[in-house]
């Protein structure tokens, strides 16, 4: 499966953005969707992740109430909507997904087989 990230861009504190993960090769359904994201000099963290099904749905607590992840598997996409942007969440941001043997979220970045290219994300203040 290939995964094209997109949706990233400069923005202001405060201000929103909806990223997209679309999928193509394979049937998205199959597979638990997870979004990361690395800062420079950091290491990669998760952001969200979702259940194949969607039934599930993982968001740590730095971005809890801001971020949203979401899919829809008839278009094979997913997306991560951000609110209350701030300078710190400043990253690329990935999508990936894992093809789980239950249908559950996945937070370990070496839990994903498949991922996309990246899209940069800049708050600035």
């Known amino acids: 499966v290939q995964l094209q990230a997109s949706g990233g861009g400069l923005v202001q504190t405060g201000d929103s953005l909806r990223l997209s993960c679309a999928a193509s090769?394979?049937?998205?359904?199959?597979?638990?969707m997870g979004w990361f994201r690395q800062a420079p000099g950091k290491e990669r963290e998760i952001v969200g992740s979702?259940?194949?099904?969607?039934?599930?749905?993982y968001v740590p607590d730095s971005v809890k109430g801001r971020f949203t992840v979401s899919r829809d598997n008839a278009k094979n996409t997913g997306y991560l909507q951000m609110n209350s942007l701030k300078p710190e969440d400043t990253a690329v941001y990935y999508c990936?997904?894992?093809?789980?043997?239950?249908?559950?979220?996945?937070?370990?970045?070496?839990?994903?087989?498949?991922w996309g290219q990246g899209t940069l994300v800049t708050v600035s203040s």
């Open positions: 990936a997904v894992s093809q789980p043997l239950i249908d559950n979220v996945r937070v370990r970045s070496t839990d994903y087989s498949y």
């Open positions: 979702m259940s194949r099904s969607g039934g599930r749905t």
């Open positions: 090769g394979g049937s998205f359904s199959r597979y638990t």
